[in-house]
């Protein structure tokens, strides 16, 4: 109860806060620039001017302060020893590129950049065709868009309770070994398994991102031309036909943002695998082998060099995805 207490009082000071500023600020800019007098033309001129920066300052100073600074002071890290005190020049560099907890961290990103955006856009296309479909589609859009709702860590611990373990001449209380005993299997110890269990992680982000990609491309299906569709039906196509060859290609730019975000998403995942696995058993992704040279082998040296790599293969993608989003526009 203290807690919760403490946190609407936060919110309730961020409020304020945040109304304070704006009304003072621009009581403020009026005061500078008065909208009288023979100079008030000029003056409103000025105070129109000055005034969107009142808005856009706050937020220009803190993607400084946590964003761009950040940024420079990785690099500058990537220079340097484990303390950040001593130069190393590139050695940094040369040691991510021969080390294998790196290539193990980053052919398991590169498998989750191949699966989870394909299967998570896949199947929010699909339910979202679907849920257009039916008299009660926005229950289950509702039910589907859900998880969202869900920090990747709470995700995470209702899906370890799908995949616990118990021994043999214990009830299983995880879902997929209760049935697989059911059905008079063995029960597996799921995310122990190499490789496959990172099939098995990459399920919970899906789960949580299909609901996204559900959304997004279900107002997307409901902006194509109804002209189009009836040219299709008078034409002969079955509904599967005016799906592939009608809707999919007229939101084919739609499709692509949602999957180069979901994408970005990945590239950053770690709450998911922390929680889950804590990179052990061959499931370790970049993002927590940075935090592990971070603060687990206090090499700030080489986790500022991790993070760069991260950032490298974010940004390209982000371009991209502004792009077709300004398109779509």
Known sequence: MEQLLYALLSMA??????????????????????ARGASATRNITRANAVRPWLFLGPAIILLTVYLIYPVINSVY?????????????????????????????????????????????????????LTDRISWGNIAKSLIFM????????????????????????????????????????????????????FFLMVILIWIQTGFAMV????ALRGIPEETVEAAVLDGANPLQIFL?????????????????????????FDIVLAMTNGQWGTQVLANYMFDWMFRGLDFGRSATIALVIMAMVIPIMIWNIREARKDA
């Open 77 to 129: 890290l990537s220079f340097f020893g484990p303390s950040g005190e001593r130069y190393v020049g590139t050695a940094n560099y040369t040691w991510l590129f021969a080390d294998q907890g790196f290539r193990e961290s980053m052919r398991n990103n590169l498998l989750w950049l191949v699966v989870v955006p394909a299967a998570a856009t896949f199947f929010g296309l699909i339910a979202a065709a």
């Open 147 to 198: 998880p969202m709702a869900i920090s990747f860590v709470g995700a995470s611990v209702i899906w370890k309770f799908i995949y616990d373990i118990r021994g043999e001449s214990v009830d299983q209380i995880g879902i997929l070994n209760a049935i697989v005993v059911a059905f008079g299997g063995e029960p597996q110890a799921w995310i122990t398994i190499p490789f496959w269990n990172n």
């Open 245 to 269: 060859k009608i809707k999919v290609p007229q939101i084919w730019g739609t499709i692509a943002v949602v999957w180069t975000t979901i994408t970005i998403l990945v590239l950053k995942v």
């Open 216 to 219: 997004i491309l279900s107002a």
């Open 13 to 34: 000071a961020g409020v304020g806060a945040c109304i304070l500023y704006f009304w003072g600020s621009n009581r403020i800019l009026d005061g500078i620039f008065p």
